[in-house]
Every structure is written in structure tokens, then in C-alpha cells.
């Protein structure tokens, strides 16, 4: 097992890579501890939980709404969970956004901590302490910044993802290499077929690597005021995808970083060949779907993206795999840019 500290102010998160989740209840209080989780996740792995109230939501992107969150403030109300009390998060992403923005609300804070279940999750959504619920169409609109104490990230628990979930995965782990480990990146290049099969050995050291960029990043700009940006390479287009599309947030991902690549090329910024070969990695695991949006829906999409500031945005473009930077740039320059890229097709 590994494990990677997440420093910030007045906050150690211990994410715990390798570790069995089974072992989870070793690591909570004797009582006032509820947990959170999903009915899929509940369905595969409710048997094995600890014995404290488990309270269930739906899975996916419908849960993540207000609704749900005073739903669970009331049931935890009921359980007679006070201050000193703990949530649990057993999930993916969708889950320990839940988890996390409820303890950071729920009697002003009370302690969490979570049991990482996707890939996406254990390599992205569960280390940084950002959490929090949609509101409408717009993602992510309502958090905050929160560290749970600990997150456990069991590759044993990928072997039951579906396909799609892994796969999705996968977009955000090849975009941590692009930003931040060029090492990371190659070992994907070379172990196509063991990542296929899912192999734990290997899942643990790729995920080991994706968190120990994030923790890095996110001791230093907890917040998000200068380099926790890079974290969005492909989010930006990817985003205006995943809601025009409805893809999972992965392959929209991937999208949105084959334009982020297009443009860095365009811009003078990114070597042709280093290009060819991210896309040709995204290919090589079918992570690339057409993906138009249409002219008219990207301004608008673009513009209820909670980065855009003003008229401008921060925009990551690619230098090189494991190298990127931010810019501010009009936002007018974005939809230009796309609107070429339509043209040309
Ligand atoms: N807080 C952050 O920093 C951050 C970063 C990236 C993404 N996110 C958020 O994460 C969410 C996406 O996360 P996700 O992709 O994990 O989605 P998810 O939580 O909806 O999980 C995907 C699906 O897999 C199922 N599942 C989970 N674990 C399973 C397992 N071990 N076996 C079988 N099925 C399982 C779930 O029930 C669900 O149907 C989005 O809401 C996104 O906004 C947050």
C-alpha cells in the first residue's frame, strides 16, 4: 500500500492507494458515523459494509442536486448524528461530491472521508477536497473546498466498473500524464493490453502516480488561484461536450482535450509529432467520438462555465507531453477557434 499526503492549511488527507477497502472499518470512530453511498454500489458491495446506517442514493448525475443534500441532512438528523459525528463516502465521483459537500455543511462541518469505487474517482475526483452539487445544467456550481481525512483507492474494486466507467477513467489518468508526468503518460503508451485486463499490480502504481501529481498541485494552490488550473486541460471544451452530448465525463474529457491539442498546435505551443501521439493513445483505447457541438449552443455553453471570468478564460494549452501551461485568453478567441475547426470539417 501507498500512501500520498495532501497538505493544505490546517489539513492532512491521507489518500491510501492499494489498500483493502474491507479494512475501512478499522479506520472509524466506534459511533456517530454514517455512510453514503450509491444503489449500485450498495447492490455489489452493501454485504461488506461497516455496521453504521447506510443511507442510499440514485447513481449518476441525477443525485448530485440540493434536494438530495437536504434529503440526507435529514435522515442523518434523525440517526441523531451531531457534531462529532462522520460521514463515509462509498462511491465514485458522483458520491463523494455528495459526501464531502454534506460534511462540509452539515452542522457547520463535521469529519468525512471516503472509499474511492471508479477509476475516475480514485485518480481524480476524490483527492483536491473540492466537492459540492450541480444546479440546473450547470456543473459544480454549488461547494466548497473540503479535505476528507482519508480516501481508500482499491484497484480490486475497478474489476466491477462497466466498461464505460473504466474507460472514462482511463481519459482522466492519460490527461494527468499529459499535464504533469511524461512517465505516467509512457506507461500507458506501452501496457495497452494489461490495462484492458485491468490489472490491479498495474492500476496501483498508474494511480499512485495520477494522485501524486494532483496532491502536488493541490498542496501548493489548494484553492485554485493559479496552478490547481492545469487540472483542466480538456475541461474546458470538455464540459460544453459533456452537457451537449451527455457523455460521461471522461470521454467528454477526451474530446475536449483532442481541441485543447488542435489549438495548442495552432497556437505555435505543441510539436506536431507530441500531438500525434496523445491522440493516437486516445485512439488506441476508442476514446474519441464525434463530438460537434453546433455554433450556436457552444457560446452559450462556454459562457455558464464557472471558470469564465468576465469575458476572458483560463485556457490550458499543451507544450509538450508532461508540460502545459495557462493563459488567460478571450473567450471570443475560444469560439473562433472552434468555429475553424468546424469549418474545416
Ligand atoms: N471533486 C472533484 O475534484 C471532481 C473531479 C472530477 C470529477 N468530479 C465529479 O465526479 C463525478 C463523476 O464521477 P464518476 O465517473 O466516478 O461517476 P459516478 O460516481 O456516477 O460512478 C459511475 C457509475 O459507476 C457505478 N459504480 C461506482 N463504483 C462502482 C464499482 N466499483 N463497481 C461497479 N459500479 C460502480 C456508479 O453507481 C455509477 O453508476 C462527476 O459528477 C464529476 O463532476 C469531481
New binding site residues.
Given amino acids: 500500500m501507498e500512501k500520498i499526503s495532501v497538505k493544505t492549511e490546517g489539513a492532512v488527507s491521507d489518500i491510501l492507494i492499494g489498500m483493502k477497502w474491507e479494512g475501512v472499518g478499522n479506520m472509524l470512530p466506534g459511533s456517530g458515523v454514517a455512510i453514503i453511498t450509491?444503489?449500485?454500489?450498495n447492490r455489489?458491495?452493501g454485504e461488506k459494509f461497516p455496521d453504521f446506517p447506510v443511507f442510499v442514493v440514485k447513481?449518476?448525475?441525477v443525485?448530485?442536486k440540493l434536494e438530495d443534500i437536504e434529503f440526507l441532512a435529514e435522515r442523518l438528523l434523525e440517526s441523531g448524528i451531531d457534531r462529532s459525528g462522520f460521514i463515509l463516502g462509498i462511491?465514485?465521483?458522483?458520491?463523494?461530491?455528495i459526501a464531502?459537500f454534506l460534511a462540509s455543511i452539515y452542522m457547520r462541518g463535521i469529519r468525512c472521508a471516503y472509499v474511492?469505487?471508479?477509476?475516475?474517482?480514485q485518480v481524480?475526483?476524490?483527492?483536491?477536497?473540492?466537492?459540492?452539487v450541480?444546479l440546473g445544467s450547470t456543473?459544480?456550481l454549488l461547494?466548497c473546498f473540503r479535505q476528507p481525512e482519508f480516501v481508500i483507492c482499491d484497484p480490486a474494486?475497478?474489476?466491477?466498473?462497466?466498461e464505460e466507467?473504466y474507460f472514462?477513467?482511463l481519459a482522466?489518468l492519460i490527461k494527468t500524464g499529459i499535464i504533469g508526468n511524461r512517465k505516467l503518460f509512457e506507461i500507458i503508451e506501452n501496457n495497452h493490453e494489461r490495462i484492458i485486463r485491468r490489472d490491479a499490480e498495474l492500476l496501483a502504481m498508474l494511480i499512485s502516480m495520477a494522485v501524486g501529481v494532483k496532491a502536488s498541485v493541490v498542496s501548493e494552490d489548494e484553492k485554485e488561484g493559479g496552478l490547481r488550473r492545469i487540472?483542466n486541460f480538456g475541461h474546458t471544451f470538455g464540459h460544453a461536450i459533456e452537457l451537449y452530448k451527455s457523455f460521461?465525463?471522461?470521454y467528454a474529457v477526451a474530446s475536449g482535450m483532442e481541441l485543447a491539442i488542435s489549438f495548442s498546435v495552432a497556437k505555435g505551443y505543441l510539436p506536431v509529432d507530441e500531438s500525434e501521439r496523445i491522440l493516437n493513445l486516445l485512439k488506441s483505447f476508442k476514446l474519441l467520438r464525434r463530438h460537434e457541438v453546433p455554433l450556436s449552443q457552444i457560446g452559450v455553453l462556454l459562457r455558464h462555465d464557472k471558470k469564465k471570468i468576465g469575458d476572458d478564460m483560463y485556457f490550458v494549452f499543451a507544450q509538450g507531453i508532461g508540460k502545459v501551461t495557462v493563459e488567460k485568453i478571450p473567450l471570443n478567441e475560444i469560439i473562433e477557434f472552434y468555429r475553424g475547426g468546424l469549418a474545416s470539417r
Fill in positions: 450509491d444503489s449500485n454500489v455489489i458491495y447513481p449518476g448525475e443525485s448530485k462511491g465514485g465521483g458522483v458520491v463523494c461530491d464531502g474511492s469505487s471508479t477509476l475516475l474517482s481524480d475526483a476524490s483527492t483536491g477536497g473540492k466537492n459540492g450541480n456543473k459544480n461547494g474494486m475497478l474489476q466491477t466498473l462497466p466507467e472514462s477513467g482522466e487540472l460521461r465525463h471522461g
